[in-house]
C-alpha cells in the first residue's frame, strides 16, 4: 500500500502545467470557503455495461487522496449524479455546487452530447470516460481519456496485416464517429499491397459468417459490438473477430464471447509497474481477484486523480498572476482549472496522461487481448512511445 501512495504521490508532483487567463463570462470561482467538488456523471446500476465501474474507480481515488491529503489545502469532495436522471437539471445542481471538473462515464453518444448541450453557457471542465467522446464531441471545454480511434485504426490494421490477413470486412455502427474509423481503418489496412475490405453499415450475419472474408473489426458502442458478434456466432462465423476498445473485459469472460479480439488500453503488465501496483492495491481493497481489475475502473481512477492532481497545483492561497497584468488573482476558476488540465502530464494507471488541443489523449500504448476458456488473454502490445509495435 505504501509503495502505491507513493506512486500517488509521484504522479501529482510530476504534474506541468501553466496556469494562465483571467476566467471568461461563463467561468465561476470554484472554492466554497476551506472546499472543493468534483462532480460525476454516472450510472449507479450494476446493470450498465461499464459506468458503474468508472464510478468503483473514481469512489477508490477519492477516498485514497483522502488518506494521503498531501497537503491539507482544501477538502476535495464528490458530487455524484446518476445518469439516468435528467442531465438538465443534474447539470443545473453541479454548477450551483460550483463544481470544479465533472467526470463522465457515459455508454452512448446521445448521452455524451447531452452532457454537453447542459453545460454549453459555462467553462466547466468535462471529462469523458466513453468511446462515442472520442471525435463526435467537439467542444473546447471536453477532455477525452479513451482511445482515439486513429490509435485503435492502426493498432487493429497491424495485428491483421501481421497476421497476414489480405481480406476482411469492416462492419461498423451508422453514425459519424463509426462511420470515420470505419474509413480510417480501411485506408490504413488497404495502404498495403493486395489487401481489400469490404466496409458495411448494413450487414447480413449470415452471408458474412459463411463468407470469403478472413477477420471482422466491428466497429460501434458496446452494445452495438455486442449485438453484431452474437449475430455472427449464432452463424457460426470461424473466421476471427475483434471490436473495437473495450473498458468492461469482466462482461465478455463466458462461453458466449469465446474467441472474440478487442482492443484495450488497460491489461495486466508487469512492464506498467504502476498500473501493476493497481492492479494489486485496488483488488485487495476491494476483495476481487486481480484478473476481474478492468479498464473502467482504472479510468475512473485515473480520471479522479487527473483533476485531483490539477487542483494540487493552485496552492492554499492562489496567486497566479492574471494575464496581461501584474494583479495577483485570490480565487481559482474554472478556467483555470480547464487551462492546468489541458496543460498536465499526468501518471496515471493507464497510462502517461496528456492531451492534445482538441482534448484527446496522447496514447502511448495499446493492447490486443482475447478471450480465452472464458478468460481475457492480452496478446500484443502496441507500443507508441517508440513509434514502433511489441
Same mark, same amino acid.
Given at each position: 500500500?505504501?509503495?502505491?501512495?507513493?506512486?500517488?504521490?509521484?504522479?501529482?508532483?510530476?504534474?506541468?502545467?501553466?496556469?494562465?487567463?483571467?476566467?471568461?463570462?461563463?467561468?465561476?470561482?470554484?472554492?466554497?470557503?476551506?472546499?472543493?467538488?468534483?462532480?460525476?456523471?454516472?450510472?449507479?446500476?450494476?446493470?450498465?455495461?461499464?459506468?458503474?465501474?468508472?464510478?468503483?474507480?473514481?469512489?477508490?481515488?477519492?477516498?485514497?487522496?483522502?488518506?494521503?491529503?498531501?497537503?491539507?489545502?482544501?477538502?476535495?469532495?464528490?458530487?455524484?449524479?446518476?445518469?439516468?436522471?435528467?442531465?438538465?437539471?443534474?447539470?443545473?445542481?453541479?454548477?450551483?455546487?460550483?463544481?470544479?471538473?465533472?467526470?463522465?462515464?457515459?455508454?452512448?453518444?446521445?448521452?455524451?452530447?447531452?452532457?454537453?448541450?447542459?453545460?454549453?453557457?459555462?467553462?466547466?471542465?468535462?471529462?469523458?470516460?466513453?468511446?462515442?467522446?472520442?471525435?463526435?464531441?467537439?467542444?473546447?471545454?471536453?477532455?477525452?481519456?479513451?482511445?482515439?480511434?486513429?490509435?485503435?485504426?492502426?493498432?487493429?490494421?497491424?495485428?491483421?496485416?501481421?497476421?497476414?490477413?489480405?481480406?476482411?470486412?469492416?462492419?461498423?455502427?451508422?453514425?459519424?464517429?463509426?462511420?470515420?474509423?470505419?474509413?480510417?481503418?480501411?485506408?490504413?489496412?488497404?495502404?498495403?499491397?493486395?489487401?481489400?475490405?469490404?466496409?458495411?453499415?448494413?450487414?447480413?450475419?449470415?452471408?458474412?459468417?459463411?463468407?470469403?472474408?478472413?477477420?471482422?473489426?466491428?466497429?460501434?458502442?458496446?452494445?452495438?459490438?455486442?449485438?453484431?458478434?452474437?449475430?455472427?456466432?449464432?452463424?457460426?462465423?470461424?473466421?476471427? !473477430?475483434?471490436? *473495437?476498445?473495450? #473498458?468492461?473485459? $469482466?462482461?465478455?469472460? @463466458? &462461453?458466449? %464471447?469465446?474467441?472474440?479480439?478487442? /482492443?484495450?488500453?488497460?491489461?495486466?503488465?508487469?512492464?506498467?509497474?504502476?498500473?501493476?501496483?493497481?492492479?494489486?492495491?485496488?483488488?485487495?481493497?476491494?476483495?476481487?481477484?486481480?484478473?476481474?481489475?478492468?479498464?473502467?475502473?482504472?479510468?475512473?481512477?485515473?480520471?479522479?486523480?487527473?483533476?485531483?492532481?490539477?487542483?494540487?497545483?493552485?496552492?492554499?492561497?492562489?496567486?497566479?498572476?492574471?494575464?496581461?497584468?501584474?494583479?495577483?488573482?485570490?480565487?481559482?476558476?474554472?478556467?483555470?482549472?480547464?487551462?492546468?488540465?489541458?496543460?498536465?502530464?499526468?501518471?496515471? !494507471?493507464?497510462? *502517461?496522461?496528456? #492531451?492534445?488541443? $482538441?482534448?484527446?489523449? @496522447? &496514447?502511448? %500504448?495499446?493492447?490486443?487481448?482475447? /478471450?480465452?476458456?472464458?478468460?481475457?488473454?492480452?496478446?500484443?502490445?502496441?507500443?507508441?512511445?517508440?513509434?514502433?509495435?511489441?
Amino acid at each position: 500500500m505504501k509503495k502505491f501512495i507513493a506512486i500517488v504521490l509521484l504522479s501529482v508532483l510530476i504534474l506541468s502545467f501553466v496556469l494562465t487567463g483571467c476566467g471568461s463570462t461563463n467561468s465561476y470561482a470554484i472554492k466554497n470557503e476551506n472546499v472543493i467538488t468534483i462532480g460525476v456523471i454516472a450510472s449507479q446500476s450494476e446493470e450498465s455495461l461499464y459506468s458503474s465501474k468508472v464510478l468503483d474507480g473514481i469512489n477508490y481515488a477519492s477516498e485514497l487522496a483522502s488518506i494521503v491529503n498531501m497537503n491539507g489545502k482544501y477538502s476535495i469532495m464528490l458530487s455524484v449524479h446518476d445518469i439516468n436522471g435528467n442531465i438538465s437539471d443534474i447539470a443545473s445542481d453541479l454548477i450551483n455546487d460550483k463544481v470544479a471538473a465533472v467526470i463522465c462515464a457515459t455508454e452512448s453518444k446521445a448521452k455524451s452530447e447531452e452532457i454537453v448541450k447542459a453545460f454549453d453557457d459555462y467553462d466547466t471542465p468535462l471529462l469523458f470516460v466513453d468511446c462515442y467522446s472520442n471525435e463526435v464531441i467537439n467542444d473546447e471545454e471536453s477532455f477525452v481519456l479513451s482511445v482515439p480511434y486513429s490509435y485503435q485504426a492502426s493498432v487493429a490494421a497491424s495485428y491483421f496485416t501481421n497476421e497476414g490477413y489480405k481480406n476482411g470486412t469492416v462492419i461498423y455502427a451508422d453514425d459519424d464517429y463509426s462511420s470515420a474509423f470505419a474509413d480510417l481503418f480501411t485506408n490504413t489496412f488497404t495502404s498495403t499491397e493486395g489487401t481489400n475490405i469490404n466496409k458495411i453499415s448494413e450487414y447480413d450475419a449470415q452471408n458474412i459468417a459463411s463468407g470469403n472474408s478472413e477477420f471482422v473489426f466491428i466497429i460501434g458502442d458496446a452494445e452495438y459490438s455486442n449485438n453484431v458478434y452474437s449475430d455472427l456466432k449464432f452463424y457460426e462465423a470461424k473466421m476471427p !473477430v475483434m471490436i *473495437s476498445e473495450v #473498458f468492461n473485459k $469482466s462482461f465478455y469472460e @463466458n &462461453t458466449e %464471447f469465446n474467441d472474440m479480439l478487442y /482492443i484495450s488500453k488497460f491489461e495486466s503488465d508487469v512492464n506498467n509497474y504502476i498500473g501493476a501496483d493497481f492492479y494489486s492495491v485496488f483488488s485487495t481493497t476491494k476483495g476481487i481477484n486481480k484478473d476481474d481489475v478492468t479498464a473502467a475502473q482504472a479510468y475512473g481512477y485515473d480520471a479522479y486523480m487527473l483533476v485531483y492532481g490539477a487542483l494540487m497545483g493552485f496552492g492554499s492561497s492562489y496567486s497566479a498572476v492574471s494575464e496581461g497584468t501584474d494583479t495577483q488573482k485570490n480565487e481559482i476558476t474554472t478556467t483555470d482549472v480547464k487551462t492546468a488540465i489541458s496543460e498536465i502530464v499526468h501518471l496515471g !494507471v493507464t497510462d *502517461s496522461i496528456n #492531451f492534445d488541443m $482538441s482534448g484527446l489523449v @496522447n &496514447t502511448n %500504448f495499446v493492447y490486443v487481448s482475447a /478471450i480465452q476458456n472464458s478468460q481475457s488473454v492480452m496478446i500484443n502490445k502496441y507500443d507508441y512511445t517508440n513509434e514502433s509495435t511489441k
